[in-house]
Structures are given as structure tokens and as C-alpha cells.
């Protein structure tokens, strides 16, 4: 354990908040949580302003706060003063804000391109556009972008090159995210977040040794980083890439109503699963209760292609969605299955899926329920639904109100590769869900107070952890997902006001107590989870020669 980590257990809160992590602003909570610690994590509050910076390092107000805490002796910190200083003032921009209100992301882009020709000093107009660049629709060509930070002169080189190579990562162009990586870690060779960016961009190559002497190199920088421990030990053991077969049989239950054309997909991707993955593999639809005839003949040309593995059954009206998944829970061929998985009926999952979801199994057997990584067709830079992690708010006596937060470190920002990970958690998304047969079995179903939809999954979850049965997620399977999730629950959206009631009945279905209880049982699963990681990197880094940490790994 690193003297970081040991300084956090002194906070429970704050060794909560770092053993989710994050990047960049999704470092804040645990950053401010340091802060409030006094005197005692001095350091770790300084690490952490340091990281919430090198993550987003046109952020004035990041850079404003790793200033303060690093001062001018350091050279981090007298750069971050300088990006603190370089921001312009803040103006109402009635252009820019219509094309935000559209979600117009090129034009924004477009803009503050425009902005940056005429202002290249302002660091803030750099801040925004590094935020929204990834925003882009997918096939958008980012390297003028890139161009842009690249040329930037002086202090603001660095952290323009890393921006660079970031978005040629997230673009996919491994090589040209390394040369800029590369020219990034010339200028600052102690820059963690550059060494973590490296690392993704040389394992997209191919380059494994390369990669891991990196991620070993940015641990010693960053040995507080829960999300670079977990990236690291997964890719040192060989989990980012490993296929196992199920050990059973199993269900994969999909329910669907009045979406054809997105069913049609997800059978498509279902079709080409390589079902050797599993010792034996059954499919079964359920349409619930679809008014247009289109489902059916959508079921029908599936059969043809699925023959015996298909097995659809039809309901006259829609049950909702928790009745629908006991509906399914239900049937005697489900029941005889070792594994039950659900999937939405807009997932598309990867020929592998079954291979990656049995070496999750095989890592923690002991999960009632495996999750995975989420990505939207729209969005495929962002993870839509990941890992979630459980944090209390105590209500006064008597009151109702939140029970909870949800952390969801992945909501803050672009996925270059650092959410590529396992482990336990609170809740996994139920996109695509794997369950042990037994637990789901044993547990009671889904509660249909919870319908038409929303929040049946994460109750569900809940209720694994009273059980003392720790979810797990693996990031290592990414499905994409053809709908916004939760974008009808927004304010004004068709679906607020019984998502709204719907949060209501979750947070007052349990008191302070279970979800104290909950909690306990996911944050010592994944403190558990975290020392073994660690114990992984320590032994790589030792059997590679490189010194405790990393010392030793060079550019």
C-alpha cells in the first residue's frame, strides 16, 4: 500500500471516494474530500490536485488549486499558475450557447476553433475545446484539432501535445497518439497522466511490454490512482484479453417491445456469437405484448438463422420490464440453466461476449452478477453505463429525501482506454447482465413496483449486496447500445416523471441502515479487490526488473 492510500484510511469517506477514482474532474470529489482533511493528507490532497490538473490541463480552475497546493518552487506548479492566469474572462457568447442548446457539436467546434485563431493565448477557449472535440460524431476527422494543440509554444506545449494524443487516441490512431504522446513526456517526463495515455496508445499497437513498463512508470508517479492500478494489473495478468468458456449452460433472455429494427440488430449480433463459449446456449425473446407485426416477422426470419437455440414467446399486452424479466426467469428451460444473461433489445454484443463474460467469472466466481462496459452508437468515445459505486446520504430521522449517490467515475469525461478494467462494485448495468442461475433463482425476482421501467436493475443489485453477494463489472466486454440511455427521464423528456417516481420508490424502499449495510459490502469487496490488484503490479514490476513502482521505466 502506498503511503497515499495508507494516509486515506484514516477518512473513511475519502478512502471511499479513492478507491472509485477517476480523471480529471471526476478526481474532484476525492481531491476537495483531501483538502477538507487538513494537515494530515496534505500530501495526498496535493497529489490529487496535481492529477485533477495533468488529466485536464486547460482547466483554470484545476490549475488555480494545483497552483495553491504545488507553489511556484515546482515546476508543475508554476506551470499550472501560468494556465490559471492565461484564462480569458468569462463572456456571454449568445452564438455559442443556441448551438450548445442544439447539441450542434462541429459548429461549437468550429467556433472555438475560430476563437482560439483570434484569442491563442486564452487558455479558457483551450479548456472548452478539449472537452467538446470528443463530443464529435463518430468518422469526425479531429486532426486540425490536434493540430491546434500541438503548435501550441512554450509552457502550454506539453499539455497541448497530450491533448493531441488524445484525441488521436480516442480516434483510434494509436501511432499518431504515440508520437504526441511521446513529444507530450519529452516536456515532462514526471507527468503521470501523459505515461497512462502513452501506455493505451503502445497496447493499441500491440506494443504489451512497452505498454506495461509505462503503466508501471505511471503508477510510481500516481500510486493513489485506483483506475491506473486496476488498468495495469488486468493488462499485466492478461484479462484485457482473455476468452473462457462459461462454465455451465446457459439463458440468454432478451425482451422487447415494438422495436423491431433494433431487435433485428441485436439478433443479428447474437447470431454471430461464437456459441462454443458456452457448454450449452439457448435464446429466448419475449415480446411483450408489440402492437405491430413487425416484431413477429423479425422473430420469424430469426429463427431461420437460429433454428433450435430460439425460442420466442409473446405476451397479448406489455407487462413491463421487471415482470417481463420474471416472465422469462420463469420458464422450466431458464430455470435448468446455470446462467441466466439479460440483454436490452438495442445491445449489440461482439461475437466473444459469452468467452469474455466466462473470464469474469473465472476472476470472481464468487459474483452473483457480472456486468460490462456500455457504449453508445451515438457516443462512442463515452461510457454510457459502467461501474457504480454507493455512497450514503444519511437522512434526518423521519424525513424522506436520498438515500444515496451513485459515483460513476466514467461520466466525466472521454474513454481512451482507462475504463478498460474489473472489478466489484454496487451496481453493473442492465444492458447486459450476466447472473449466476442460483442467485437469480434465489434472490425473488425483480420487483414490479418498479414498472413500466427504471431502476428494477440497480434495486436488484441492492439486494445482491444485503445478500452479501458483490457485483462485478468488466470493462474488458464493450456492448453497444443503439438507444441515449436514460435520455427520456431527463426534465421534460416523455419518461421524468415515472423515472422521478420511480427514484422515489427506491429511496424510500430502503433505510439508512441497509444502504449502510449495502455499501459496507461493495467497498470491501473492491478494497479486497485492490490489494490483490496491487499485489499483481508488484510482482510484475519485480519480475521485470524495474523497481518498486516503477522506477526505472524510461520514455
Not at 459474483?367 to 434526518?396: E, I, K
Not at 519480475?543 to 521505466?553: A, Q
Request: hydrophobic share 50%; net charge neutral.
Amino acid at each position: 500500500m502506498s503511503d497515499l492510500s495508507a494516509t486515506a484510511l484514516q477518512f473513511p469517506a475519502l478512502a471511499r471516494l479513492l478507491a472509485i477514482g477517476g480523471t480529471g474532474p471526476g478526481l474532484i470529489p476525492a481531491r476537495d474530500a483531501a483538502l477538507a482533511a487538513g494537515p494530515q493528507a496534505a500530501a495526498l490532497a496535493d497529489a490529487l490536485a496535481l492529477a485533477v490538473w495533468e488529466d485536464a490541463p486547460f482547466d483554470a480552475s484545476a490549475a488555480r488549486v494545483a497552483a495553491a497546493r504545488l507553489g511556484s518552487f515546482q515546476p508543475a506548479g508554476r506551470l499550472a499558475a501560468a494556465v490559471a492566469a492565461g484564462a480569458g474572462p468569462v463572456q456571454a457568447e449568445a452564438y455559442f450557447e443556441r448551438l450548445a442548446a442544439r447539441r450542434d457539436i462541429a459548429r461549437m467546434v468550429a467556433y472555438l476553433l475560430e476563437r482560439h485563431r483570434k484569442a491563442p493565448a486564452d487558455v479558457g477557449i483551450l479548456a472548452r475545446l478539449a472537452v467538446i472535440a470528443p463530443m464529435l460524431p463518430p468518422g469526425s476527422d479531429t486532426r486540425g484539432i490536434e493540430a491546434a494543440f500541438a503548435g501550441l509554444p512554450g509552457g502550454l506545449a506539453g499539455p497541448g501535445s497530450m491533448t493531441a494524443g488524445e484525441l488521436a487516441l480516442l480516434a483510434g490512431r494509436a501511432g499518431e497518439a504515440e508520437a504526441r504522446l511521446r513529444q507530450a513526456l519529452a516536456d515532462r517526463p514526471d507527468s503521470g497522466a501523459v505515461r497512462f495515455r502513452l501506455a493505451e496508445a503502445l497496447l493499441a499497437q500491440g506494443g504489451r511490454e512497452a505498454a506495461l513498463e509505462q503503466y508501471a512508470a505511471a503508477w510510481r508517479l500516481r500510486p493513489a490512482d485506483s483506475l491506473l492500478l486496476a488498468r495495469f494489473a488486468d493488462v499485466a495478468a492478461g484479462l484485457d484479453r482473455r476468452l473462457v468458456p462459461l462454465p455451465g449452460s446457459v439463458a440468454v433472455l432478451v425482451y422487447c417491445y415494438n422495436s423491431a429494427a433494433h431487435l433485428e440488430r441485436t439478433l443479428a449480433a447474437l447470431a454471430a456469437t461464437d456459441w462454443s463459449l458456452a457448454r450449452a446456449a439457448r435464446l429466448v425473446v419475449l415480446d411483450n405484448g408489440s402492437p405491430a407485426a413487425d416484431v413477429a416477422g423479425v422473430l420469424a426470419a430469426a429463427a431461420d438463422r437460429l433454428g433450435e437455440r430460439l425460442t420466442t414467446v409473446r405476451l397479448p399486452v406489455n407487462i413491463g420490464a421487471p415482470a417481463a424479466r420474471n416472465w422469462l426467469a420463469a420458464l422450466p428451460e431458464v430455470r435448468s440453466c446455470d446462467f441466466v444473461a439479460y440483454l436490452d433489445d438495442d445491445a449489440c454484443l461482439p461475437p466473444d461476449w459469452l468467452g469474455r463474460f466466462g473470464a469474469a467469472v473465472a476472476a470472481c466466481p464468487g459474483a452473483g452478477v457480472w456486468g460490462c462496459r456500455v457504449r453508445g452508437v451515438d457516443a462512442p468515445r463515452y461510457v454510457q453505463s459502467g461501474d457504480a459505486h454507493l455512497l450514503p446520504t444519511p437522512r434526518p430521522e423521519g424525513t424522506l429525501g436520498r438515500g444515496f449517490e451513485l459515483a460513476r467515475p466514467w461520466l466525466a469525461g472521454p474513454d481512451w482506454g482507462q475504463f478498460g478494467l474489473s472489478r466489484p462494485c454496487a451496481s453493473v448495468t442492465g444492458c447486459c447482465h450476466l447472473f449466476a442461475g442460483p442467485v437469480l433463482a434465489g434472490l425473488g425476482g425483480f420487483d414490479i413496483r418498479f414498472s413500466p421501467t427504471q431502476y428494477d436493475d440497480l434495486d436488484h443489485d441492492l439486494r445482491l449486496l444485503l445478500a452479501g453477494i458483490t457485483p462485478y463489472y468488466c470493462g474488458h466486454l464493450t456492448v453497444i447500445h443503439a438507444k441515449a440511455t436514460g435520455a427520456s427521464g431527463n426534465p421534460g423528456g416523455a419518461g421524468y416523471g415515472q423515472g422521478f417516481a420511480n427514484q422515489l420508490k427506491l429511496h424510500g424502499k430502503y433505510d439508512d441502515a441497509a444502504i449502510a449495510a449495502a455499501a459496507e459490502t461493495a467497498f470491501a469487496a473492491l478494497a479486497a479487490d485492490r490489494a490483490a490488484k496491487a499485489e499483481v503490479a508488484a510482482a510484475w514490476i519485480a519480475g521485470h526488473g524495474v523497481g518498486e513502482g516503477g522506477r526505472g521505466c524510461t520514455g
